[in-house]
């Protein structure tokens, strides 16, 4: 299964505390994937993710444009090529920086309790 | 913790069926990611992984360049925003073409049977 990131119709997160932000599932639990998932997330210029913690990690990797991290009280710059891990249950939030800011969030298909991770299908 | 693929040293891979293909562990066990672990990989031009296939899945983003992967018994061409996934047990090789090809590979930080994966240290 091969599918390019440009080619994958992205849809509107509709969740508190998100703005312009949209994702696909490009790989996950209905593609049969066991063990975690792979999204594309796009952040337009002036959007963010939700300032929130889960019990589940992030591994993220910046496909494109500038833009911030907050991991706890810690707000960073990140760019394109940037690796970065979300720890359980830290409180994080991404924002684009003038440009769209994409990037890569994988996730664990279940949590540790057995259930299914949100966004993981 | 935020690192950039282009700041982390690779070291070469040394397998039986590798030529000129390099690797970090972006994000592994030793970070503390319970789940999954994200590799960085760049093969040369000329270059390939081995064609082999394990009990385990990948799932691939292209970075950069351009290649080709056999899965099963096709061979795929392979460019930058390609996501692959590449299920267990089915056999696979990726090689560069003309310039270096350089993509990630997730794996699950532990097999089925409760070994670590090996690579997602």
Not at 19 to 39: C, E, H, I, Q
Request: charged residues 25%; negative net charge; aromatic residues 4%.
């Amino acid at each position: 299964m091969i599918r390019n990131i440009n080619d994958v119709p992205m849809n509107a997160i509709e969740m508190e505390g998100v703005k312009d932000t949209s994702m696909a599932v490009m790989v996950g639990r209905s593609d049969g994937a066991p063990n975690f998932a792979l999204r594309s997330i796009t952040v337009k210029p002036g959007g963010h993710t939700p300032k929130h913690s889960h019990d589940f990690e992030h591994e993220v990797y910046v496909v494109e444009g500038h833009g911030t991290v907050l991991l706890g009280d810690q707000m960073h710059l990140i760019r394109a090529g940037d690796v970065i891990y979300v720890k359980a249950d830290l409180e994080h939030q991404f924002k684009s920086q003038g440009e769209s800011l994409r990037f890569l969030c994988m996730v664990p298909a279940m949590r540790d309790c057995g259930e299914p991770t949100p966004g993981s299908d």
